[in-house]
């Protein structure tokens, strides 16, 4: 029963959790519902830990065991990511706290010799709760919006990075197995600890980078995307402008014609003129699809080839002129689901072909619904936004 004094240090490790899983994870539920789920977490927690601790031996590697698994259950319980990205941050967090758990016992024990278990217990989870709590406001700040530009739930690249996190963590798992059962001086077990952290750290940054680098070439060739449906948006005006001026410069001829039409009385004449000319003005309209920029220039061009490719094409659409929505990411959601939908029916051998789009806001989210015609095998295309 003497290492019960370490039942307050489970409290604040089992705290120290839920913070970095609030954090680190895509909400599920309401705050009231993750708190509920968080104090029964942490009673657990420390009911386990606690009773690991007062039995000591296999009782507390068992222990151990179940809060590891009882941790990522809540994680995955609280987030609504896709699964593979959920094994990916829990068990790089866990790696983290096994390094930093590791580290920091080995130092109080090489530099601080004379220091009181209790004592040496405390400074370890405070500091080891303050450093992890620090590396959760510097994902929030730098990485978080690296990994959300691998947010397809499809993606097997979560799967290669979990496997990444998973073979450092058995790694730091076994050293603290080895630190335990004391089969190396404390020297070399942290000369071997401090290869192992600067490989992992190493690992962790390079694919960092390329997930960065990745994704800087994604929005890169969305820009380009957007540049090229605002050229052609700007050769459709630039066109419609030369049309205009050719109707302007021949006013006068078709003003005589119906002033000819006019003086033998020919009314009939007159109307059919007028409904061509009118005709003749409607076709070099450019049509406004939408008061939103990007998305005017992005239906404009889409209406276009499905002009080309015999397909009829109807929009409706009410957004506002600006949208929280970045252009690059509208860019990115249009054009796939469009590209989708030309294919469809360009694949779907059918007589009849047709693009139904409709676009609007509702409660404060903008809602986006597609209907085409496609395979027998696939029916109808849906995607919201």
Same mark, same amino acid.
């Given at each position: 029963?003497?290492?019960?004094?370490?039942?307050?240090?489970?409290f604040?490790?089992?705290?120290?959790?839920?913070?970095?899983?609030?954090?680190?994870?895509?909400?599920?539920?309401?705050?009231?519902?993750?708190?509920?789920?968080?104090?029964?977490?942490?009673?657990?927690?420390?009911?386990i830990?606690?009773?690991?601790?007062?039995?000591?031996?296999?009782?507390?590697?068992?222990?151990?065991?179940?809060?590891?698994?009882?941790?990522?259950?809540?994680?995955?319980?609280?987030?609504?990511?896709?699964?593979?990205?959920?094994?990916?941050?829990?068990?790089t967090?866990?790696?983290?706290?096994?390094?930093?758990?590791?580290?920091?016992?080995?130092?109080?024990?090489?530099?601080?010799?004379?220091?009181?278990?209790?004592?040496?217990?405390?400074?370890?989870?405070?500091?080891?709760?303050?450093?992890?709590?620090?590396?959760?406001?510097?994902y929030?700040?730098?990485?978080?919006?690296?990994?959300?530009?691998?947010?397809?739930?499809?993606d097997?690249?979560w799967?290669?990075?979990?496997?990444?996190?998973?073979?450092?963590?058995?790694?730091?798992?076994?050293? /603290?197995?080895?630190?335990? $059962?004391?089969?190396?001086?404390?020297?070399?077990?942290? +000369? @071997? =600890? &401090? %290869?192992?952290?600067?490989?992992?750290?190493?690992?962790?940054?390079?694919?960092?980078?390329?997930?960065?680098?990745?994704?800087?070439?994604?929005?890169?060739?969305?820009?380009?995307?957007?540049v090229?449906?605002?050229?052609?948006?700007?050769?459709?005006?630039?066109?419609?402008?030369?049309?205009?001026?050719?109707?302007?410069?021949?006013?006068?001829?078709?003003?005589?014609?119906?002033?000819?039409?006019?003086?033998?009385?020919?009314?009939?004449?007159?109307?059919?003129?007028?409904?061509?000319?009118?005709?003749?003005? /409607?076709?070099t309209?450019v $049509?406004?699809?939408?008061?939103?920029?990007?998305?005017? +220039? @992005? =239906? &404009? %061009?889409?209406?276009?080839?499905?002009?080309?490719?015999?397909?009829?094409?109807?929009?409706?659409?009410?957004?506002?002129?600006?949208?929280?929505?970045?252009?690059i990411?509208?860019?990115?959601?249009?054009?796939?689901?469009?590209?989708?939908?030309?294919?469809?029916?360009?694949?779907?051998?059918?007589?009849?072909?047709?693009?139904?789009?409709?676009?609007?806001?509702?409660?404060?989210?903008?809602?986006?619904?597609c209907?085409?015609?496609?395979?027998?095998?696939?029916?109808?295309?849906?995607?919201?936004?």
């Open positions: 029963m003497s290492e019960l004094y370490q039942i307050p240090g489970l604040i490790t089992a705290l120290c959790h839920v913070i970095v899983i609030c954090y680190l994870s895509e909400h599920k539920y309401s705050k009231k519902i993750f708190t509920l789920y968080g104090c029964m977490y942490v009673a657990g927690f420390v009911s830990g606690g009773y690991g601790y007062a039995i000591l031996g296999a009782t507390l590697l068992f222990a151990y065991l179940v809060i590891v698994v009882c941790t990522f259950l809540f994680s995955c319980i609280v987030s609504q990511s896709c699964f593979a990205k959920k094994c990916f941050l829990f068990i967090y866990f790696c983290l706290f096994s390094a930093l758990d590791n580290v920091l016992k080995i130092m109080i024990k090489l530099f601080c010799p004379k220091i009181s278990a209790p004592v040496g217990f405390y400074v370890a989870v405070i500091l080891r709760s303050v450093f992890l709590l620090v590396v959760l406001v510097l929030k700040k730098f990485a978080e919006a690296i990994l959300l530009s691998l947010e397809d739930k499809r097997r690249r799967w290669n990075l979990a496997l990444v996190a998973l073979l450092f963590y058995l790694l730091q798992a076994c050293m /603290s197995v080895l630190n335990v $059962k004391n089969v190396m001086s404390d020297v070399q077990f942290m +000369s @071997i =600890l &401090s %290869v192992i952290n600067f490989i992992m750290y190493a690992v962790y940054w390079l694919v960092f980078s390329n997930i960065s680098y990745m994704k800087k070439d994604a929005e890169a060739a969305l820009v380009r995307q957007n090229e449906y605002l050229s052609v948006r700007l050769a459709t005006q630039q066109k419609a402008e030369e049309e205009h001026r050719r109707l302007r410069h021949d006013i006068r001829y078709y003003l005589e014609m119906i002033a000819e039409y006019a003086k033998t009385g020919d009314t009939s004449a007159i109307l059919a003129y007028i409904r061509e000319y009118s005709n003749e003005v /409607s076709e309209v $049509k406004q699809y939408s008061i939103n920029r990007t998305i005017d +220039s @992005i =239906l &404009s %061009v889409y209406a276009g080839k499905a002009k080309e490719s015999g397909i009829a094409f109807q929009v409706k659409c009410n957004v506002k002129a600006e949208l929280a929505v970045r252009d990411d509208m860019i990115a959601l249009l054009g796939n689901l469009f590209e989708n939908a030309l294919h469809g029916c360009q694949k779907s051998e059918k007589d009849k072909l047709y693009i139904e789009i409709y676009i609007r806001m509702q409660n404060s989210r903008l809602t986006i619904v209907e085409n015609v496609c395979s027998e095998k696939l029916g109808v295309i849906w995607q919201p936004a």
